[in-house]
């Protein structure tokens, strides 16, 4: 199986991209991420090209549509299948979101939970359910909501309920935070250091739409706000320098925009990812 260096950054697999990746110079990127529901089973040129990047550079998956939150039964049939994906191509994690997205069929967009201690039993229990049908620890990501169908508790508590009774991993979105501090009015960075750094296998940073100074719309379809990079510097202070996908699913620059907002992951990560403040405190 790839393993990621702590200072790896990655780029999305886009089908847009592929020629770009394809002839990138050594060091362009570490990684490459991909959501396996588009690309098992894909045969031709497209499946020929994941198959040369996989063998190239670690490939790490980001499911759509497992749908942890929902009620209908997992997908033993489609785990099957991503199981076999990510032990053909040696995918070193498998992520998904802390949403629903299905009800008697796809919903097709990313619902949030009840942040209630009822949802975070069914939820963990579904998380436990798809590690041992993956056959591997998986991380969640902590996701961006714009109405709250009920909160029993704060967001924060639900994701540590979540992740210590799944025993599971995070995917730290930073823009999600950023997103979600600036929506339902609460602190980003307060919210930050009350993540257990322990559990993060990787970190996400994207672009986000500003509708309104109290309203932002998470896109991926930006380049990356001062804000957010400074979010980013923030966590990598408190937990330490982690591997870093920038994610862009549309409006996509030219790959060489790409890079660069890559090198600013590596500047960020160069400034500020020293002894986590967790580790620090520990030793005092």
């Known amino acids: 199986m790839h393993s990621l260096t702590p200072r790896s950054t990655g780029l999305g697999l886009r089908?847009?991209?592929?020629d770009a990746l394809q002839s990138a110079a050594p060091g362009d990127f570490d990684f490459l991420e991909c959501a396996p529901e588009n690309w098992i089973g894909v045969g031709g040129?497209?499946?020929d090209a994941l198959d040369a990047l996989a063998s190239r550079h670690p490939l790490v998956c980001h499911g759509l549509s497992l749908s942890l939150g929902g009620f209908a039964p997992l997908d033993e049939t489609f785990l099957g299948?991503?199981?076999r994906f990510l032990d053909r191509h040696r995918v070193a994690l498998y992520s998904e979101h802390l949403s629903y997205c299905a009800d008697d069929g796809q919903l097709y967009d990313l619902l949030p939970i009840p942040f209630t201690e009822e949802a975070v039993h069914?939820?963990?229990a579904r998380i436990r359910q798809t590690q041992d049908l993956?056959?591997?620890?998986?991380?969640?990501?902590?996701v961006s909501y714009y109405a709250a169908p009920h909160q029993g508790m704060r967001e924060i508590d639900f994701i540590n309920a979540v992740l210590a009774e799944a025993?599971?991993?995070l995917?730290?979105?930073v823009n999600n935070i950023y997103v979600n501090a600036i929506n339902h009015r609460y602190d980003a960075h307060e919210f930050l250091s009350q993540l257990p750094g322990e559990r993060v296998a990787y970190i996400h940073v994207a672009g986000h739409y500003d509708e309104a100074d109290d309203l932002k719309v998470d896109t991926h379809g930006a380049p990356v706000k001062d804000a957010v990079w400074q979010l980013l510097g923030a966590a990598y202070a408190r937990f330490g320098a982690r591997p870093t996908l920038l994610e862009r699913d549309f409006n996509i620059p030219p790959y060489a925009e790409l890079v660069g907002e890559l090198d600013t992951i590596r500047s960020v990560m160069r400034d500020r990812a020293h002894a986590p403040l967790q580790a620090r405190h520990a030793g005092a």
């Open 134 to 142: 993956v056959g591997r620890r998986i991380a969640v990501e902590n």
């Open 15 to 18: 089908r847009s991209l592929l």
């Open 81 to 83: 299948r991503v199981r």
């Open 167 to 169: 025993d599971c991993d």
């Open 122 to 124: 069914h939820v963990a």
């Open 45 to 47: 040129r497209f499946g």
């Open 171 to 173: 995917l730290l979105d």
